[in-house]
């Protein structure tokens, strides 16, 4: 009895090790891709979803560039949030946002062991992002 409830511990702990491995990956990416877009102003566009150029797209992990990732790349004037298509450097600011559809990265039930009435189960997320601003150069 034991070792089925260490077993189904393990089985949780791994899946949220693997969605949180997906969230650094998100995290570090965002990071990355708002200090290239910063450097290089105008590789993206400036407001709007955006597709990755290729020495860009080199920037992410292999576990979240496979398609389910969305990129969104918007320019601000100053400490303002007011858009800008013509970013001046070193005042304006771009801000990189990537949501990840994470359903492929779920391997177990989600929720886990919902008992309809008694146990909701445990949820795993299903959608992820992160985000990240840098100043242009």
Same mark, same amino acid.
């Given at each position: $009895?034991?070792?089925?409830?260490? =077993?189904?511990? $393990? *089985?949780?702990?791994?899946? /949220?090790? =693997? ?10 990416? #965002? ?5 290239? #877009?910063?450097?290089? %102003?105008?590789? +993206? ?6 597709? =990755?150029?290729?020495? #860009?797209?080199? =920037? *992410? ?7 389910? *990732? ?10 303002? @949030?007011?858009? @800008?298509? @013509?970013?001046?450097? @070193? ?6 946002? *990537? ?12 929720? +886990? ?5 008694? +146990? %909701?189960?445990?949820? /795993? ?13």
């Amino acid at each position: $009895m034991v070792s089925v409830l260490g =077993l189904v511990l $393990m *089985l949780v702990g791994v899946q /949220f090790a =693997l969605i949180g491995q997906v969230a650094l990956s998100l995290s570090q990416g #965002a990071s990355a891709l708002a200090r290239y #877009a910063a450097v290089h %102003p105008g590789s +993206f566009g400036y407001n709007g979803t955006a597709s =990755l150029p290729s020495d #860009a797209s080199a =920037l *992410l992990s292999p576990t979240i560039n496979d398609g389910k *990732l969305t990129v969104n790349v918007n320019s601000y004037q100053a400490g303002t @949030t007011t858009q @800008t298509s @013509t970013p001046a450097a @070193t005042v304006d600011r771009v801000v990189v946002t *990537l949501t990840y559809d994470a359903t492929n990265k779920i391997a177990l039930p989600n929720p +886990f062991l919902a008992i309809p009435g008694i +146990f %909701p189960g445990i949820p /795993f997320p299903t959608s992820l992002g992160a985000q990240d601003e840098q100043l242009y150069e």
